[in-house]
């Protein structure tokens, strides 16, 4: 076997994870390498994951008014997109929201809000009971993405049976201040350090196909396993009119499946969930993200676009022979 195959097959089947050099020669694989890389990737996945695939939903329960730049976000400042905005949901319709993705088959349900962190105590209450509702009442298992949390904030949330915090990195430290220029790259680390040390799993993701290199790709992903993250969602972009990357189009289905295997084989401990943009980019191709290596997978709308049909996605995995993992 050729040195480079043999080597990644060996250190991700370790636990270890491929390093950068690896991780980047693995992007630039020409296109009719991905069978050879998903052999290995499916392997990965089942070894250390399972065949039982996470589904997880999110409700968008405030939307626009952001006084962040983000260049790929309908929801911030610089975004002309047309979309709906509102201020916090109250406790009872994001409830109802986390009643019906438990009916389409989400086993983990996010809150989300737009915003550099929450506004008020008030808000944070808000979340905190229909958090412990969500948990004790729907029986889902509970997360936030609320922007930046204090280590007080995150504990509150605990207390109410919060058990995963959300916060994406999006990009590169090298690459962020082209695509956001209203807070510090540090500031997020910041923020998934904080989430972690207060004792909550700890999503943290990023975004792909925004005018990123390869490179940044492979630094992103090295940063993540810095940080320990728990679990890695993957959101491919889908360019909204009247954002400051409306026409981008940098992604092929192909260069979408080996980002998912560069993470999985950079990180085969850990949760990787497919989320955002993937109906545009992976198209009839969105079938082979389990076999790259991914885990899990959300379902229902996104934060301001559609998703398609749950059951389209649930009768997906079962012709695949995979099952859905339940609490």
Not at 4 to 11: S, T
Not at 80 to 107: F, H, N, T, W
Not at 193 to 203: I, L, P, Y
Not at 309 to 317: G, T
Request: hydrophobic share 40%; with cysteine; charged share 25%.
């Amino acid at each position: 076997m050729d040195p480079f195959w043999e080597r990644i097959r060996a250190d991700s089947m370790s636990g270890t994870g491929i390093n950068a050099e690896d991780a980047l020669a693995v992007l630039r694989l020409p296109q009719a390498e991905i069978w050879s890389l998903l052999e290995i990737s499916q392997r990965v996945r089942h070894h250390f994951k399972g065949d039982q695939i996470r589904l997880c939903s999110i409700v968008n329960a405030k939307s626009g008014l952001c006084s962040e730049d983000c260049a790929f976000c309908s929801q911030s400042i610089r975004s002309q997109a047309s979309i709906e905005k509102y201020p916090l949901m109250e406790e009872e319709e994001i409830v109802a929201a986390a009643r019906d993705a438990k009916q389409q088959g989400a086993r983990e349900f996010s809150i989300v809000t737009s915003g550099f962190s929450m506004q008020s105590n008030r808000e944070l209450e808000r979340v905190g009971n229909a958090i412990a509702r969500i948990r004790t009442d729907v029986g889902l298992e509970t997360c936030v993405s609320l922007g930046m949390l204090s280590a007080e904030n995150i504990s509150f949330l605990l207390s109410r049976g919060l058990r995963s915090v959300h916060h994406n990195l999006e990009t590169a430290r090298g690459f962020f201040p082209s695509i956001c220029t209203t807070h510090d790259y540090e500031e997020d680390i910041r923020a998934v350090r904080d989430a972690k040390a207060a004792g909550a799993w700890v999503c943290c993701g990023g975004i792909f196909g925004i005018g990123e290199t390869f490179e940044d790709r492979v630094d992103l992903a090295m940063t993540f396993r810095e940080l320990d993250v728990d679990s890695i969602p993957v959101n491919f972009l889908n360019p909204i009119e009247g954002t400051p990357l409306d026409g981008m189009c940098d992604l092929t289905p192909f260069g979408c499946l080996k980002i998912i295997v560069m993470l999985r084989l950079c990180h085969p401990l850990r949760e990787i969930i497919v989320c955002g943009g993937r109906e545009m980019n992976l198209r009839d191709m969105q079938g082979l993200i389990f076999a790259a290596g991914a885990t899990g997978m959300m379902i229902g709308n996104y934060l301001t676009t559609s998703g398609r049909p749950a059951e389209d996605d649930l009768r997906m995995i079962q012709d695949l022979g995979l099952g859905v993992r339940s609490l």
